[in-house]
Nanobody, 123 residues
Framework: QVQLVESGGGLVQAGEALRLSCVGS????????LAWFRQGPGKGREFVAA????????DYAASVKGRFTISRDDSKNTVYLQMNSLKPEDTALYYC????????????????WGQGTQVTVSS
């Protein structure tokens, strides 16, 4: 089991950048696939990016590809989401998720979730 805590959200203007962090508990953190999802006002939970164990596979949603970068530092039990060129449509509550067995884009595939960190982008 792993517990996840996100940080780094905030209010920024369009075109600016933010870096989100998600720290996980447990000695087996490096074995987990990790992902970021987001949920905007009145919307469902949307896949943003995922990285599997060993960083051998990385996936991005089309809407963020080229602007966002997911990475992990297993020595710090941390996964990051670097978000550049932010747009108002990126405004959402961003969640970190983890799973031992699956690393897809469906939120139903992830067993463990953080509480979320709010990102607000003004125009």
């Amino acid at each position: 089991q792993v517990q996840l805590v996100e940080s780094g959200g905030g209010l920024v203007q369009a075109g600016e950048a933010l870096r989100l962090s998600c720290v996980g508990s447990g000695r087996t953190f490096k074995s987990y696939a990790l992902a970021w999802f987001r949920q905007g006002p009145g919307k469902g939970r949307e896949f943003v990016a995922a990285i599997n164990w060993g960083s051998r596979r990385i996936d991005y949603a089309a809407s963020v590809k080229g602007r966002f970068t997911i990475s992990r530092d297993d020595s710090k039990n941390t996964v990051y989401l670097q978000m550049n060129s932010l747009k108002p449509e990126d405004t959402a509550l961003y969640y970190c998720a983890a799973d031992l067995y699956l690393d897809g884009t469906d939120p139903e595939e992830y067993a463990y979730w953080g509480q979320g960190t709010q990102v607000t982008v003004s125009s």
